[in-house]
């Protein structure tokens, strides 16, 4: 395998007549953490459901682990270790902690390794494992996020997209949970792309980074150099 792990090529891809994202190209290398900046409606959403299989691109490839993966639906992608953390979590608020990780796992046969894997996000997010019979509708924004993460972390997945895990969460758990984030990369390889408004921290935790306006990639480079370009400052990072 290249050490090119995702890779975008020119994807175009819409709903009815509004053009998303028109003819983004990309690249995560295996191990990293790559970031795409964008304001609201830049349509960072749409690159990750174009990736994961929920929206179909007009136009483009996607390939994962050296695979055309365009047409194949989101199960699929799943199975093969790409999965998805929601906007808004979306976690299954009946049932417990414990069934929202189980349910993650669904794709694997290994009882040992999951096992194994939920007394690791147990290890990240002791709050988890204190709340583990509580139903998930009941957990504060931060709890679900984590969860949302954890329950992904179950599939076993070598990659994870991540949208806006900073979304209405103070900036205390929204830097807990990038620290997280992190040694989860460092620690298990996975391999994260990020989607983030919030670019002062994705800058930090990533190490490559996209800028994307109305649907295109205007700006790349590594998060130690755009961190320190003028009009990042600027218009992401409310600097002058
Ligand atoms: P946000 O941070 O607000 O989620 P985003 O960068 O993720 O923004 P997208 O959600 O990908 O942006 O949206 C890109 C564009 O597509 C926007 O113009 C948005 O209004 C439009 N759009 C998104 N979802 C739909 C939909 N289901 N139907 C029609 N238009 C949509």
Not at 109 to 120: C, K, Q, S, Y
Not at 159 to 181: A, C, H, N, Q, R
Not at 217 to 231: A, F, S
């Amino acid at each position: 395998m290249s050490d090119e792990h995702l890779k975008l090529l020119n994807v175009e891809s819409a709903y009815g007549p509004i053009k998303a994202i028109r003819g983004v190209s990309l690249t995560v290398r295996q191990g990293e953490i790559s970031t795409v900046l964008g304001s609201n409606g830049a349509g960072k959403t749409t690159i990750l459901k174009t990736i994961s299989g929920i929206i179909d691109p007009n136009k483009g490839n996607v390939v994962f682990e050296s695979e055309d993966i365009t047409a194949y639906d989101p199960t699929d992608i799943v199975r093969r270790g790409l999965v998805q953390v929601p906007e808004g979590r979306e976690v299954f608020p009946l049932l417990s902690v414990h069934d929202n990780l189980v349910m993650g796992a669904y794709t694997r046969r290994d009882r040992d390794g999951v096992a194994r894997d939920m007394e690791a996000v147990y290890g990240y997010f002791p709050i988890l494992k204190e709340r583990a019979q509580q139903e998930a509708g009941l957990l504060s924004g931060g709890q679900q996020q984590m969860l949302a993460i954890s329950r992904a972390i179950m599939a076993k997945p070598s990659m994870i997209l991540l949208d806006e895990p900073s979304l209405g969460l103070s900036p205390k758990l929204t830097k807990e949970i990038f620290e997280i984030v992190v040694r989860i990369n460092r620690e298990r390889g996975t391999t994260i792309l990020l989607v983030e408004q919030n670019a002062n921290m994705a800058l930090n935790a990533a190490d490559y980074g996209y800028v994307l306006e109305n649907g295109r990639i205007v700006m790349e480079d590594t998060c130690e150099r755009l961190r320190n370009k003028d009009d990042i400052k600027e218009f992401y990072l409310g600097m002058q």
